[in-house]
C-alpha cells in the first residue's frame, strides 16, 4: 500500500492543506486544526501556561516547503512556522474524514 502523499496542495482560499495519495485519496486538514497542534516549545509553554491561542479572522496557511522526503514547513499566515512529518498510516476514507484522524496525524507535528 502507498500511504506517502503525492500532492500536497492547499485549498478552500489556503484555509485548508490536502494530502493525497494513490492508494488513500484526500486527507484535508484545516489551518486552524494544524496551528493548534503545533508541537513548537513555544507553544507547549503557552499550553502549559493555559493562554489560549487566538486565531485572528482570515487565519491560513501561507505556504509549504517540503523537507526531505517526509516532511513539510507550514507557514501559517500569523508568522508561525512548523515542520510537520507526514507518516504512513493516514490512510482514511475522504468521505468518512474524521476528527480521530486528524488528531493521529496532527500529533506528528513537531518543530
Known amino acids: 500500500m502507498n500511504v506517502q502523499p503525492i500532492q500536497v496542495e492547499l485549498g478552500d482560499n489556503s484555509t485548508a492543506l490536502a494530502l493525497t495519495s494513490p492508494d488513500c485519496g484526500t486527507l ?5 486544526t494544524l496551528r493548534r497542534a503545533s508541537r513548537a516549545a513555544s507553544e507547549i509553554r503557552r499550553q502549559v501556561d493555559g ?7 482570515g487565519f491560513h496557511v501561507a505556504g509549504f516547503e517540503p523537507i ?15 515542520a510537520a512529518s507526514i507518516p504512513g498510516p493516514i490512510c ?5 474524514s474524521s476528527q480521530p484522524e486528524v488528531a ?5 507535528i513537531a518543530t
Open 104 to 108: 493521529r496525524w496532527t500529533e506528528s
Open 51 to 57: 493562554i489560549e491561542l487566538m486565531i485572528a479572522p
Open 68 to 82: 526531505g522526503n517526509y516532511a513539510l514547513r507550514l507557514l501559517f499566515s500569523d508568522g508561525h512556522d512548523t
Open 28 to 32: 484535508v486538514l484545516g489551518a486552524e
Open 92 to 96: 482514511v476514507n475522504s468521505q468518512n
